[in-house]
């Protein structure tokens, strides 16, 4: 009897590879699902191709609209297939809508539900991924929490599922692919110079979809004397034509969305980085590079508290102040990467041996 493994989305893609990898390495079974929540190649398809992963078992096509209408189409779709297939075990990555419309279409129909990446909190419950991972958290029989904060968050919310602390599998993959960073032409093709630039991403809906804050965000990100390479989200795309902004002759300098090791590529020649994912924060922290997180909060406070991640929001003032402080202090928080908290790089291997065992009980 094989097991599932339900995503939709660029990071779900990034950090399953290496669970689906290592499944296949150690015998078990265990089928993709897609849900087409990223549909477009750029965000989706290329991460399959880049990172080696097989094909999904079937995709569900849901494509973009609500979060009401993702996660009710995405139970509906997927009810054929959990039927059909009785799989003994459904594994959900993260807190998008694909992993909260698999673990609740899962438990409903009586299959256990493993959360990866279980116990992340920022304590904003306007954020749609707070919502989703708490729910998560508290219906899944089994738990993989990344970090010993995670662990903690998940034991004083009593959660009734089992917790294991196994660390995160981002950095398995981060550490497999940062050398194909030295094959890889992205930095000299924009003709960028080492530790001269900096890396924007931002797609949050609280960010992007009032033109305000989108413009004051950018306001303040213009007045670096830096190149900021901004590879652009679609939804971002859209915002930006709707509200009227244009980068032309301007430091920042937009560019199509770009694969996985294009990215690690960037990260490794930056010299700062400014998001509002929760992915690249933790990659930016692997690759040594300040971050200022583009939110009010963040889930992942262990880089903030050494020092190297520094929360502003979409604030232009606190934006402007944190970029002028890193540069003034840059050398002094490059020497505060000392401890990584998100375990040794083996959690994928980990993680499949819990998952076997718990299905062959």
């Given at each position: 009897?094989?097991?599932?493994?339900?995503?939709?989305?660029?990071?779900?893609?990034?950090?399953?590879?290496?669970?689906?990898?290592?499944?296949?390495?150690?015998?078990?079974?265990?089928?993709?699902?897609?849900?087409?929540?990223?549909?477009?190649?750029?965000?989706?398809?290329?991460?399959?191709?880049?990172?080696?992963?097989?094909e999904p078992f079937a995709n569900l096509g849901v494509g973009?609209?609500?979060?009401?209408?993702?996660?009710?189409?995405?139970?509906?779709?997927?009810?054929?297939?959990?039927?059909?297939?009785?799989?003994?075990?459904?594994?959900?990555?993260?807190?998008?809508?694909?992993?909260?419309?698999?673990?609740?279409?899962?438990?409903?129909?009586?299959f256990p539900v493993a959360h990866l990446e279980s116990g992340?909190?920022?304590?904003?419950?306007?954020?749609?991924?707070?919502?989703?991972?708490?729910?998560?958290?508290?219906?899944?029989?089994?738990?993989?929490?990344?970090?010993?904060?995670?662990?903690?968050?998940?034991?004083?919310?009593?959660?009734?599922?089992?917790?294991?602390?196994?660390?995160?599998?981002?950095?398995?993959?981060?550490?497999?692919?940062?050398?194909?960073?030295?094959?890889?032409?992205?930095?000299?093709?924009?003709?960028?110079?080492?530790?001269?630039?900096?890396?924007?991403?931002?797609?949050?809906?609280?960010?992007?979809?009032?033109?305000?804050?989108?413009?004051?965000?950018?306001?303040?990100?213009?007045?670096?004397?830096?190149?900021?390479?901004?590879?652009?989200?679609?939804?971002?795309?859209?915002?930006?034509?709707?509200?009227?902004?244009?980068?032309?002759?301007?430091?920042?300098?937009?560019?199509?969305?770009?694969?996985?090791?294009?990215?690690?590529?960037?990260?490794?020649?930056?010299?700062?980085?400014?998001?509002?994912?929760?992915?690249?924060?933790?990659?930016?922290?692997?690759?040594?590079?300040?971050?200022?997180?583009?939110?009010?909060?963040?889930?992942?406070?262990?880089p903030v508290e050494m020092g190297v991640t520094f929360i502003?929001?979409?604030?232009?003032?606190?934006?402007?102040?944190?970029?002028?402080?890193?540069?003034?202090?840059?050398?002094?928080?490059?020497?505060?990467?000392?401890?990584?908290?998100?375990?040794?790089?083996?959690?994928?291997?980990?993680?499949?041996?819990?998952?076997?065992?718990?299905?062959?009980?």
């Open positions: 009897m094989s097991s599932f493994i339900i995503l939709g989305t660029r990071p779900q893609i990034i950090k399953s590879v290496p669970i689906i990898q290592e499944a296949l390495k150690q015998g078990f079974p265990l089928k993709i699902i897609h849900t087409g929540q990223h549909y477009d190649r750029a965000l989706s398809r290329i991460f399959f191709e880049e990172l080696s992963s097989p973009s609209g609500s979060h009401i209408f993702q996660t009710a189409e995405i139970m509906l779709r997927l009810e054929k297939y959990l039927l059909n297939e009785k799989p003994s075990l459904v594994l959900v990555p993260g807190d998008t809508n694909s992993a909260l419309a698999g673990a609740l279409a899962s438990v409903k129909l009586g992340a909190r920022c304590y904003d419950m306007q954020m749609a991924e707070e919502i989703n991972r708490r729910l998560i958290d508290h219906c899944s029989k089994v738990l993989f929490a990344p970090t010993g904060k995670c662990k903690e968050n998940l034991e004083s919310e009593s959660v009734l599922g089992e917790v294991n602390m196994l660390g995160d599998t981002m950095l398995d993959i981060f550490l497999k692919f940062r050398k194909e960073t030295d094959k890889c032409s992205i930095v000299s093709e924009l003709e960028l110079r080492d530790k001269d630039f900096a890396v924007l991403t931002t797609h949050r809906a609280e960010n992007v979809d009032d033109p305000i804050k989108l413009r004051g965000m950018l306001s303040a990100i213009q007045k670096t004397d830096m190149d900021v390479v901004f590879p652009i989200h679609p939804r971002t795309q859209n915002r930006l034509k709707q509200a009227g902004i244009v980068l032309r002759n301007s430091n920042i300098r937009p560019i199509n969305p770009v694969g996985y090791i294009e990215m690690l590529s960037l990260l490794k020649y930056s010299k700062i980085v400014l998001t509002d994912s929760g992915g690249l924060q933790k990659e930016a922290f692997w690759s040594k590079v300040p971050c200022i997180t583009l939110r009010e909060t963040t889930e992942w406070n262990e502003t929001g979409t604030d232009p003032r606190q934006i402007t102040k944190k970029l002028e402080y890193i540069t003034e202090n840059y050398y002094e928080i490059k020497a505060a990467f000392k401890t990584n908290p998100f375990g040794d790089g083996r959690a994928s291997e980990k993680i499949v041996k819990v998952l076997k065992q718990k299905v062959l009980k």
